[in-house]
């Protein structure tokens, strides 16, 4: 939690520096292009207040975030979606407003590039954060158990070498390839004293169910803690059986 907080205040002081410099200063090379362009345009861009609004713009939204800040010190679980998705649909948005104040020769085509940034940065993370909120389930078959949902799979119970109940997990030092929420972790990640490991935790929930297979390691547990334990019992009877 510290670390993302830290992230948190280091982009909100980011973009209140940026902002700042923009809108006082009026350091306008420090807008994408900005420097590059015609000096007629620059004018024109400077005379409708196009640099001066993106200054705005992102003191604006350090300041909604740092408003949004103290959720990450409450029970709300989504903090970190609410800052961040704050930030992105603002200063997306923002760009797609700013356009109105582009050179009339490139309005039509900053529209549609802000537009499609809109669309492209956005419509990904929505889905991807609506369909990783479905989680994941434990089914056991006959011959094999799987975990349903993104990164999961379907692995025989030959294959187990063992199972143990956990009281917590190990440290998690870093995401590999998955999905890292404050209160969901899902995917590859490093775990200290185990390496690379596969994650199905859904955080704040005990216990934790550890299963070594011939080739993957994973973690895994319910909101439900009876209901890991269950799994937990299949699971052990399986691999003594085989």
């Not at 939690?1 to 002081?13: A, F, K, P, R």
């Not at 800040?69 to 948005?93: C, D, I, K, N």
């Not at 492209?120 to 158990?145: C, N, Q, R, W």
């Not at 404050?182 to 004293?193: D, E, I, M, N, Y």
Request: net charge neutral.
């Amino acid at each position: 939690m510290i670390g993302l907080v830290i992230t948190q205040i280091s982009v909100i002081l980011l973009f209140l520096v940026l902002g700042w410099a923009v809108r006082v200063k009026k350091a306008y090379w420090l807008i994408s292009g900005f420097a590059s362009r015609p000096e007629i345009e620059k004018e024109q861009l400077i005379k409708s207040g196009y640099p001066q609004k993106t200054g705005i713009l992102l003191i604006g939204t350090a300041i909604g975030m740092l408003v949004l800040l103290p959720l990450s010190f409450t029970g709300f679980r989504f903090a970190a979606e609410v800052q961040f998705g704050f930030m992105l649909v603002v200063l997306l948005g923002g760009f797609i407003y700013l356009s109105r104040y582009e050179v009339p020769a490139k309005r039509k085509r900053s529209y549609i590039i802000a537009l499609i940034l809109f669309i492209v940065t956005l419509g990904p993370l929505i889905y991807l954060t609506v369909y990783s909120h479905k989680g994941y389930e434990m089914a056991l078959a006959e011959d094999s158990f799987e975990i349903t949902g993104m990164y999961g799979d379907e692995w025989a119970y030959r294959d187990i070498l063992s199972v143990q109940l956990l009281e917590k997990i190990p440290e998690v030092t870093w995401k590999q390839n998955g999905i890292g929420l404050p209160a969901l972790s899902q995917g590859h990640f490093k775990v200290t004293g185990y390496g690379s490991c596969l994650l199905f935790i859904q955080k704040g929930n005990t216990p934790i169910l550890y299963i070594e297979l011939k080739d993957e390691q994973i973690f895994v547990n319910s909101k439900d803690s009876a209901e890991t334990e269950s799994w937990y019992k299949v699971l052990k009877e399986e691999a003594e059986i085989k």
